[in-house]
């Protein structure tokens, strides 16, 4: 396994992210967003799955004419037309990679594919054999991986990588894992696969139980050099491992894993709010990173300490994320300093007895409304003001 400290960002937003979506993406519209993904400066971006629909063949092809940078990738399951149709889509790009899937785990291939472990293994190698005809990108990803026996996994990937797979791509379907037991699954896999050094390790976490970013990061201290995440964490039912969570990650905690990517991160913000208006997504207010809340801060004590300095209650400034400033605001959980801090920076200084009286008219009136804004405390101010003359 190539192994350095610089980690790759798979964004998948045009793919597992658009399965999300309860009305698909219009080829401009893809577009519009592969724009600013590349910008993002992603290492791979997969657009797609062309054999599902000629409109995604036909945005595919499109992307692939247009973007140029990071190497764009199409999802074919291990079956001969689907391979080809990403070959073809994929034809106009500059550097391009096609990934290739199959269920590996006794439910799936038993349940679903009705075929045993030696089937899958022969039509991925044959599905590989048809993908080298286009590119030597080829990336192969067992699906249900972290529910399927480790020596199972060791078979299939051993094949595949002998066929020609450059990638290896190990997905958390059902996002079933636990941290441990990933780091655990995958060191077996480093150990056991003979020609694991011949290619990257991947892992594509689902967020269903809400370890999809604990489990990436994990798999990076077990040796994983390539994350598939999308965007917000877009992604079939509870979404995939969100990007700017792991990349912000890496870059809060390089004391922790001495890794970085190479996305520019003060693009982060501006790309949310681009995803969440064009995919019809809203971000909830607190989600890490991007949410609306991410970096406002409420309560008199913390609002105390980030006047103080930032670094009290923010782990990393909201610019590196391409959010302009912080956020105070004024509930009756607000304190006396934050308070006096907006009218000073609002050009209403006040002196200590000045505050006493405000900050109690404030309370009483955050009391009864829920929310005080701007010009209720101004005017407070001036009310004040006015009572002081009389
Ligand atoms: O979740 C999954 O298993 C997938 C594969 C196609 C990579 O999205
Ligand atoms: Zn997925």
């Known amino acids: 396994m190539k192994s350095n400290n610089r980690v790759r960002i798979f964004d998948t937003t045009l793919r597992d992210g658009e399965q999300a979506l309860r ?36 945005s595919v ?25 990403c070959g073809e889509a994929l034809k106009p790009a500059q550097h391009k990679r096609i990934h290739i899937f199959i269920a590996t785990s006794p439910i799936h291939l038993e349940k679903k594919l009705n075929i045993n472990l030696q089937a899958a293994t022969d ?23 972290t529910r399927t026996p480790p020596e199972d996994l060791c078979y ?44 990257i390790l991947s892992v594509h976490c689902h967020n269903d139980l809400g370890l999809a970013v604990a489990n990436s990061a994990e798999s990076l ?26 990349t912000m ?13 190479n996305i520019k991160t003060e693009l982060i913000k501006p790309t949310s709010e681009l995803v969440s208006s064009v995919a019809r997504m809203p971000v909830q207010l607190n989600k890490a990173v991007v949410g609306g809340n991410a970096f ?22 909201p610019e590196q994320v391409g959010i302009s400033k912080n956020e105070l605001y004024f509930t009756a959980r607000s304190g006396r300093k934050a308070i006096a801090h907006f009218l000073t920076q609002t050009g209403c200084p006040c002196e200590d007895q000045e505050i006493n009286n405000i900050y109690n008219q404030f ?28």
Request: aromatic share 6%; with cysteine; glycine share 6%.
């Open 123 to 145: 039509k991925a190698v044959e599905a590989i054999s048809i993908a080298k005809e286009y590119t030597d990108d080829i990336e192969f990803g067992c699906e249900d991986a």
């Open 249 to 261: 990650l890496l870059s809060a905690r390089k004391d922790l894993f001495g890794l970085y990517t």
């Open 23 to 58: 009305r698909s993406l219009s080829k401009d519209e893809k577009l519009q967003l592969a724009k600013a993904i590349a910008k993002l400066n992603v290492d791979v971006m997969e657009v797609g799955f062309p054999a599902s629909s000629p409109g995604d063949f036909a």
């Open 221 to 246: 201290l077990a040796g994983v050099r390539q994350i598939e995440c999308t965007v917000n964490g877009i992604g079939e039912r509870a979404g995939n491992c969100a990007l700017e969570e792991i």
């Open 296 to 317: 406002a801060h409420s309560s008199g004590i913390h609002q105390d300490g980030v006047i103080k300095s930032s670094i009290t209650y923010e782990i990393f400034h």
């Open 363 to 390: 309370l009483q009136l955050a009391d009864k409304k829920g929310q005080v804004y701007w010009y209720d405390l101004t005017s407070l101010y001036y009310k004040n003001k006015v009572n002081l003359c009389d």
């Open 156 to 199: 299939i990937i051993e094949k595949a990588i002998a066929a020609g797979a450059t990638t290896v791509n190990l997905a958390d379907t059902v996002g079933y894992t636990t941290p441990k037991e990933f780091h655990q699954l995958l060191s077996h896999i480093k150990a056991n696969v003979s020609n694991i050094d011949q290619a």
């Open 61 to 85: 092809e499109l992307i692939a004419k247009e973007i140029q940078g990071p190497t764009i990738c199409a999802l074919a399951r291990a079956v001969p037309e689907d391979v080809i149709a």
